[in-house]
C-alpha cells in the first residue's frame, strides 16, 4: 500500500513517465469509490425492478436515516484507521452517550444543544483515553480499545440497570433533531454530511490533515519528517471519540426509545464500512466521501434483504464477504500497480541511460 | 540475558497473583477452594484454554485469529441443526471438526496467499462466520442433547476435581509446549514473530507454518464449539460472542508481546487460570455481569500497559546508569 503514495513522488521525472504513474494510482483510487457507487446503482436499480415500492420517497428517506450514523461513526474511524491505528471502543461509546444523554435531557428538561454538548463532551473523554493509552503509551491500538470496548459497555450497562428511556421521557427539541428537517430534508443526513465535508476538506487540503497519511504510510520517515505523530494520532481519537458521541445523541433522537446496548457490535460494522470504502487497514490509504459510501451500501444492503424478505440473517454473512473482498481486491490491485509503475520506471531508467552516460558507470561497476 | 530476566519476572508476577487471588478466595469465601467448586471453575474455563493455545503460538508468529469464536459459535450451531436433524454424534463430531478445518483454512489462505493481514482477515472472517452460524441455526436454540454426552463435558475423571475437557486440555498444553519450546518449529515461530522476512532468508517456510497454524487454530475453535455446546446443553448461534478477548486477553495477559516473538506457553496458562479464578470469584460474590466485563477490560489494558511501561521505565534507568558510568569513566 505504501508504494502506492510513494513511488509517484519522483521528482525530475516531470511529465515523463512518474506523471503517467500518478495518473495511473489516482485512476485507481478513484475507481474504487466509483465501483462503490456503480455497485450502490445497480443494487437499488435491482431491487426496484423486483419490488418498485422500495424507491419510494419514505424508503430511501429512511435508508438515509439510518445511514447517517453510521456514516458519522466511519468518518471518524477514517481518521483513525487512516493513521494505521483502529477504534473498536465506538460502538461501546455511542451506547454509553446515547443512553446517558437520553437521562441527562430526561432529568433536566435541557435544550437540545446542551445535549449535544453534553454527549459530544462523553464521547471526547473517551477518545481521550483510547488516544493517550495509544500515542503516549504506544500500547497496540486494537488491543486498547478493545479493553476500553467492554470498560465502556461495562459502565453503560451499569448507569443503565436495565432501564430504558422513553421518548415520552424526551424533550421536545430532542425529538425534533430526530424526526423534523429543513425544507423537508431532515437534520440528521444534513449534519452528516456536513461532518463528512468538513473531514474531508481537512484531511485533504491542510498540511496537517496530509501529515494524518504520512503517519499511517510510514511512521518511522513521518517522524524522521519532524511530524508531530502523537499529537495527530491523539487528535484522530479524540474526533473519532467526539463522533461517536454525536452519533449517540443522534441515535437518542432518532430512535427515542433507547437501552444501554444500543449500538452494541456496530464498531465491526463501521470498520467493515470503512475498509470496504477503499481505506486500507494498514494506513495511509482512502478518504472520508470512500468511507460514505462504504457504510451507504452496507445500509442499503440491510434494507434490500428486507425488501427481498431475505433472511436478515444473512447481512452479517454478505458484511463479512464485502468485508474480505474488498480487502483482496485492493492487495491485487496494489500487486498490479506496483508492477505497472516498476515496468514504467525500468523504461525510464533505460531511457535515462541512453540519454546521459553516468549512470552507466555506476552499473560498470556492479 | 536482562530480557529473558525480565520475561521471567513477569511471569513470576501473573503466578504470584494467581497465587495471591487463590489464597484470598479461599480466605474470602469457603466455598471457593470446595473440590466442586474448583472444578466448575476449571470446566467453566474450558474452550478458553484450548483456543489460548494456538492463539498463543499465533501471536507470538506475530498474527492474530479474531475469527475464533465465530467459528466456535458456527460449529456449535451445525451441531445443534444436524442433532436435530437426526444425526448421530459419532458423525457429527467429524463433519463439525471439518468445518472448523475449513474456516481456519481460509483465514490461513487469505493471509498467506494473498498476503493480507491476519487482523483485517480475521474481522471479516469473524462476521462472516457468526453470520453463517445466524443462517444455519437462526435464532432459536437446541438442547435436548442426551445426558450420556453432555456429561462427558462436565463430569469430573473418577476420584478428581479434573473434567474430562480439562484433562484433555492438560495434554494438548503440554505437546503446545514442547512444540513451541523445545523444538525447530518453535524457534522458527519466534522467528518469524521476531522478524518475519529474516526468518524467510533464514529459509523457514514462513507461509506454510502460518497456514498451519491457522488451520489449527479453527480446528482447535471448533472442537471448542462441540465442548460448549455439550457443556451447556445447548447449541445456538451466538454462543461464545466475545470469547476471543477474553482470550486474547489471557495470551497478553501470559506476556506473550502483541507484536510477536516473544512470549512462553507457562505464562499464558497461569494468566488463563487467573482470569478463571477471577471470573469465578466474581460470580460467587454475586457482582453482575456488567462489573465482570470492566474487568475483563482493564485486565486486556493493563496486560498490555505494563509490559511498556516497565520497558520505558528500564530504558531510562539504563539511559541513567549509561551516563553515569560515562561520566565516571571521564573523571580519572
Known sequence: MTVLTESPARPGGAGGPSGGGRRLVELVLRAREMSILGGLVVLVAGTTIANPRFLSGQGVEDIFLNASILVLLAVGQTMVVVTRNIDLSVGSVVGLVAFSAGKFAAAGDHGVMVVLLFGVAIGLACGLVNGLLVSFCRVPALVVTLGTLYVIQGLGYRIAHGQQIGAAELPASVLSLGNDGILGVPYLPIITVAVMLAVGYYLRSYSSGREFYAIGSSPEAARLAGVPIRRRVLTAYLVSGALAGLAGVLWLARFGTVVADAAHGWELTVVSAVVVGGVAITGGVGTVYGAALGALLLTTIGSVLVVLKVNSFWQDAITGVLLLLAISVDRLLALRVTRALRQRSLESAVHRDVAEPAPRRKEGRT | ?332
Open chain 2, 1 to 332: 540475558m536482562s530480557r529473558l530476566g525480565g520475561l521471567l519476572r513477569w511471569e513470576t508476577a501473573v503466578t504470584a497473583l494467581l497465587i495471591v487471588v487463590f489464597a484470598g478466595g479461599a480466605g474470602f469465601s469457603p466455598d471457593f477452594a470446595s473440590n466442586d467448586n474448583l472444578s466448575f471453575a476449571l470446566d467453566d474455563l474450558s474452550e478458553i484454554a484450548l483456543i489460548a493455545l494456538p492463539m498463543t503460538l499465533l501471536v507470538v508468529c506475530g498474527q492474530v485469529d479474531l475469527s475464533v469464536a465465530s467459528i466456535l459459535g458456527l460449529c456449535s450451531a451445525l451441531t445443534g441443526r444436524m442433532w436435530d436433524a437426526g444425526m448421530a454424534i459419532e458423525t457429527i463430531i467429524p463433519v463439525v471438526l471439518a468445518v472448523g478445518v475449513v474456516c481456519g483454512l481460509v483465514n490461513g489462505l487469505l493471509v498467506t496467499r494473498l498476503g493480507l493481514p491476519s487482523l483485517a482477515v480475521t474481522i471479516g472472517t469473524m462476521t462472516l462466520y457468526r453470520g453463517l452460524a445466524y443462517v444455519t441455526l437462526g435464532t432459536g436454540a437446541i438442547s435436548d442433547f442426551p445426558f450420556s454426552y453432555t456429561d462427558l463435558a462436565t463430569s469430573s475423571i473418577p476420584g478428581t476435581p479434573i473434567p474430562y475437557p480439562v484433562a484433555l486440555f492438560a495434554v494438548l498444553a503440554i505437546a503446545t509446549g514442547v512444540v513451541l519450546h523445545a523444538t525447530g518449529i518453535g524457534r522458527s515461530l519466534f522467528a518469524i514473530g521476531a522478524q518475519e522476512d529474516a526468518a524467510y532468508f533464514a529459509g523457514i517456510r514462513v507461509k506454510r507454518i502460518k497456514l498451519i497454524l491457522f488451520v489449527v487454530s479453527g480446528l482447535v475453535a471448533g472442537f471448542a464449539g462441540i465442548v460448549y455446546t455439550l457443556r451447556y446443553g445447548s447449541a445456538r448461534a451466538d454462543n461464545g460472542l466475545g470469547l476471543e478477548l477474553t482470550v486474547i486477553a489471557a495470551v497478553l495477559l501470559g506476556g506473550v508481546d502483541f507484536d510477536g516473538g516473544k512470549g512462553t506457553l507457562g505464562g499464558v496458562i497461569a494468566a488463563v487460570l487467573l482470569i478463571g479464578l477471577l471470573r469465578n470469584l466474581l460470580m460467587l460474590n454475586d457482582v453482575s455481569t456488567e462489573v465482570q466485563s470492566i474487568v475483563t477490560g482493564l485486565l486486556l489494558i493493563i496486560s498490555v500497559l505494563t509490559p511498556r511501561l516497565i520497558a520505558v521505565a528500564r530504558e531510562t534507568r539504563g539511559r541513567r546508569a549509561g551516563a553515569r558510568s560515562a561520566a565516571s569513566a571521564a573523571v580519572p
